[in-house]
């Protein structure tokens, strides 16, 4: 079965520091990869996905994913991050086995603690 | 914009009631879903819905079942509410063809059972 992992739970950093947030995935076919924002008392909102060709994808706020095949990763970076990035961050990935239903398969979170 | 509501933003339950959370959407998408959030856990998924009256169990289907009557609406329901089920539940939906896999999510519901 597929599986995601973030391999931190939590994350603190400095504001204006660079972050990168990890993720890995287990799939043997082709996936579509995702990751979401989850602020405070809030649902989650797409931050970013990857379908098809560049493997570097952006989001309208300065983050940015790569889409590592070879390492079956989709780690997330940003810059430098503001004390409005203090969030959870999830990375999904898409569940090709269970037929076109858009199933996704969502890692564990990561909190990003952004401390001024 | 895509907008995914949700009946309540808190409930507190009693053990043993039988609980119903309502998720309506609004851009006429195939596919609903419910996950139930937990610490550490992340988003497990309850059950799903690719169609109307179609539904297929997810991952933690025991203790819950679903409705869709109409496209829009997808309804979960707690047969029997036990303390274990208090968490947070969220319902999500995505549209077909190269948007399947793009869900969006409500605000979500903070169910206590006491």
């Known amino acids: 079965a597929q599986s995601v992992t973030q391999l931190d739970s939590q994350v603190p950093v400095f504001e204006e520091a660079p972050v990168e947030l990890r993720c890995n995935y287990s799939s043997s076919v082709s996936v579509y990869l995702f990751w979401y924002v989850q602020y405070p008392n809030q649902g989650l909102q797409l931050l970013l996905k990857y379908l098809s060709g560049s493997t570097l994808v952006e989001s309208i706020n300065g983050f940015e994913a790569e889409f590592n095949k070879s390492q079956t990763s989709f780690h997330l970076r940003k810059p430098s991050v503001h004390i409005s990035d203090t969030a959870e961050y999830f990375c999904?990935?898409?569940?090709?086995?269970?037929?076109?239903?858009?199933?996704?398969?969502f890692g564990q979170g990561t909190t990003l603690q952004v401390k001024p | 914009d895509v907008k995914v509501t949700q009946s309540s933003r808190y409930l507190v339950k009693r053990t043993g009631e039988k609980v119903f959370l309502e998720c309506v959407q609004d851009m006429d998408h195939e596919n609903m879903f419910w996950y139930r959030q937990d610490p550490g856990l992340g988003l497990r998924l309850i059950y799903f819905?690719?169609?109307?009256?179609?539904?297929e169990k997810g991952d933690i289907p025991e203790g819950y079942s679903v409705s869709r009557e109409k496209k829009e609406r997808f309804s979960l329901i707690l047969e029997s509410a036990s303390t274990n089920q208090t968490s947070m539940y969220l319902c999500?939906?995505?549209?077909?063809?190269?948007?399947?896999?793009?869900?969006?999510f409500g605000p979500g519901t903070r169910l206590t059972v006491t």
């Open positions: 999500a939906s995505s549209g077909g063809g190269a948007l399947t896999y793009e869900q969006y």
């Open positions: 819905s690719y169609d109307v009256k179609m539904k």
């Open positions: 999904a990935v898409s569940d090709r086995g269970s037929g076109n239903t858009g199933k996704l398969i």
